[in-house]
T-cell receptor, first 113, second 114 residues
Framework: GNSVTQMEGPVTLSEEAFLTINCTYT??????LFWYVQYPGEGLQLLLK?????DKGSNKGFEATYRKETTSFHLEKGSVQVSDSAVYFC????????????FGTGTSLTVIP | KAGVTQTPRYLIKTRGQQVTLSCSPI?????VSWYQQTPGQGLQFLFE???????NKGNFPGRFSGRQFSNSRSEMNVSTLELGDSALYLCASSFLGKVNTEAFFGQGTRLTVV
C-alpha cells in the first residue's frame, strides 16, 4: 500500500539556519509527491510538488527532489526565516488511488530570531 | 479567484447528535475530497467525490457520509456523534480530479463533540 514517513518534530532553528525535513514514501504505482504547509488555524497550502523521478520542486526558497532510487522527497531551505514557522506535511498521490492523498504525520518547525 | 470555502468554521455538538459540514470548491473544480485531522491520527482520508459520484472512500464507519451536488459543492454528514469525532475536517478540491493535480484545501471546520 501507499504510505509516507516523515521526520518527527518539533524542529527548532535559529533564523538563517539550514533546514532539512526528511520524507520517504512507499507506493505501489507511480506517485506524485507534494509538500504542504499549515499555519496555525489554517488549512493546508501547497508548497511544492514533483510528478516524476528526478523532478525538483521549488517555491519560496524551499526545494525537494523526487528520488526514486531512495524513495525520498526531502524538503530543504538554505536560510529559514521566522515566517517559515509552521507545520510541514509530505504527501503522495498515485494513479491507483485516484485523487486520494497520503500524508505524513507532519513536522512542526519553529524559527527563532 | 475564490478559494475553497468551508462552513461553518467552528461547531460544538453533543454526543449522539448529527452534523452537516459544507464545502464549496474552487470554481471549475469537480473533485472534492474530505479529510479528518486529529493530533493523534494526523490527516486521514474520508472520501472523494467527482461529478456527484463517490469515487473513493477511506476507512471510516458508515456514520460518516457525504454527497456532491451538480454545482460541485459537497457536504459531509456525521451521525450519532462520538467524542472521538472531535477534529478539524478539511475539504480539498482539484481540477478535473486527475492524478498529479494538486489539491487546494479550505480552512477547515473545527468540530468539538462534548
Amino acid at each position: 500500500g501507499n504510505s509516507v514517513t516523515q521526520m518527527e518534530g518539533p524542529v527548532t532553528l535559529s533564523e538563517e539556519a539550514f533546514l532539512t525535513i526528511n520524507c520517504t514514501y512507499t507506493a505501489t504505482g507511480y506517485p506524485s509527491l507534494f509538500w504542504y504547509v499549515q499555519y496555525p488555524g489554517e488549512g493546508l497550502q501547497l508548497l511544492l510538488k514533483a510528478t516524476k523521478a528526478d523532478d525538483k520542486g521549488s517555491n519560496k526558497g524551499f526545494e525537494a527532489t523526487y528520488r526514486k532510487e531512495t524513495t525520498s522527497f526531502h524538503l530543504e531551505k538554505g536560510s529559514v526565516q521566522v515566517s517559515d514557522s509552521a507545520v510541514y506535511f509530505c504527501a503522495l498521490s498515485d494513479l491507483d488511488t485516484g485523487n486520494q492523498f497520503y500524508f505524513g504525520t507532519g513536522t512542526s518547525l519553529t524559527v527563532i530570531p | 479567484k475564490a478559494g475553497v470555502t468551508q462552513t461553518p468554521r467552528y461547531l460544538i455538538k453533543t454526543r449522539g447528535q448529527q452534523v452537516t459540514l459544507s464545502c464549496s470548491p474552487i470554481s471549475g473544480h469537480r473533485s472534492v475530497s474530505w479529510y479528518q485531522q486529529t493530533p493523534g491520527q494526523g490527516l486521514q482520508f474520508l472520501f472523494e467525490y467527482f461529478s456527484e459520484t463517490q469515487r473513493n472512500k477511506g476507512n471510516f464507519p458508515g456514520r460518516f457520509s457525504g454527497r456532491q451536488f451538480s454545482n460541485s459543492r459537497s457536504e459531509m454528514n456525521v451521525s450519532t456523534l462520538e467524542l472521538g469525532d472531535s477534529a478539524l475536517y478539511l475539504c480539498a478540491s482539484s481540477f478535473l480530479g486527475k492524478v498529479n493535480t494538486e489539491a487546494f484545501f479550505g480552512q477547515g471546520t473545527r468540530l468539538t463533540v462534548v
